[in-house]
């Protein structure tokens, strides 16, 4: 009975024709970023805005929103002390922390440029950001997360977009800097060839998926005049992107634009960080899915085609992959697919390869060093790409949900950098 059921849906219309999907959408979105970023690292990379004058340069208001990060805020904080720009503060809004992240500021406190807004109750992140924009004394307002360190030459390579009056956000390039381990190397490797590339390809098609809340430069009157940052969703960063751009306005990548950063070591915060960001993109993809039916905003039709192929490719992943499983345990062999290389996994994972190598190669300028973690794009195809779509898949139901009424929170886990 098991194996004819098996059978009878490894012979079904449906069956080959996610099959046919799983093996054709990462070569053919693979090519596709590779070809578009290309183009971007070309014609605009290089280029860049012209340089201004110091005294020509805006008042920029560096923010930093943290709760509980003892471990990590004052040497991060220093970092952004050190910025090679004339004209700057350093907001620290503090979310109700109850470690020692204030006292670990206190040694910077003689400098005039670090404010510290602090809040007794923890109210979660994109509120503490909302409380801390009518206290920002710039317009440009410069985002950093509590535990990244940014390159002296942040500001100065960001903020001249924002001399085009329609640029609302600018996202850098963020690095990871606790190289210390297997899972952290394929980080390295995945913000090069997958994030980093993704972004220059889509500047191409005219809209981004996110600006990174990591590293992004915002311009304060345009998140006021979207409602500022949302309690409600996971992932507010994304969020705030997407507001930004059904508002018509322009969101940009500035590769330049390096910043330092502390990613998870190990594979359950990693899992957890991980999660949060695909329920983040579920529940903003359900949101504004009213994009596909409003011509107005059809620059944003191809990121919210491609994400959600990436989820709907997550899900055959997991479920062919599950299916197989319980194939070759009944003893029927699976229909398409074999433990071996065949031609077309070699194919897939070849182009994988040639993603990662060309991604690696263009962030090489900024970062050197990740060159030397190129060899373990081979797990990539093996490893990441199972650990991923399963995230997604547990993530799926809140692309059906509505976001809820009270605000997220958020529970900062740092131990320097096991984080």
Known sequence: MTETLLLQIQQSTPY?????????????????????????????????PPPRPDAELPFVTVLVPAFNEEAVIARSVAAMLRLDYPAYEVLVVDDGSTDGTIAALEPLRADPRLRIARKLVNEGKALAL?????????????????????????LRHIVPHFDEPRVAAVTGNPRV???????????????????????????????????????????????MDVGGFS?????????????????????????????????????????????????????VLHKHSDVLVTWKSRRLWPVFIESSLSILWAICFVALTALWTVSTLAGVPPVGATPFPNLWGMA?????????????????????????????????PIVYWAFLALTTVVALPWLFKRPPQASIRWHTARVGKEA
């Not at 693979?30 to 183009?39: E, G, H, K, N």
Request: hydrophobic share 50%; with cysteine; aromatic share 12%.
């Open 16 to 48: 080959w024709v996610a099959l046919a999907f799983f093996a054709a959408y990462p070569i053919v979105t693979s090519i596709m970023w590779i070809i578009t970023a290309l183009i971007f690292r070309l014609r605009w990379e290089n280029a860049g």
């Open 130 to 154: 909302n409380d801390a924009l009518p206290l920002a004394r710039g317009e440009i307002l410069m985002g950093l997360d509590a535990d990244a360190e940014p390159d002296p030459q942040l």
């Open 177 to 223: 800097r606790n190289t210390d381990n297997f899972l952290s190397r394929l980080q390295a490797v995945e913000f090069s060839s997958i994030i980093s590339l993704l972004r220059r390809a889509q500047r191409v098609w005219g809209r981004i998926t996110t600006v990174s809340g990591v590293v992004a430069a915002l311009r304060k009157s345009a998140v």
């Open 231 to 283: 309690p409600n969703m996971p992932t507010e960063d994304i969020e705030l992107t997407w507001k930004l751009q059904k508002r018509h306005y322009d969101v940009r990548y500035e590769p330049r634009a390096i910043v330092w950063m502390t990613v998870p070591l190990a594979w359950r915060a990693l899992y957890r960080q991980r999660l949060r960001w695909a329920r983040g993109l579920a529940q």
């Open 348 to 380: 897939i994972a070849t182009i994988c390869l040639l993603q990662l190598t060309v991604g690696a190669l263009m962030d090489r300028r900024y970062d050197p060093g990740v060159m030397r973690f190129l060899p373990y794009a081979v797990w990539y």
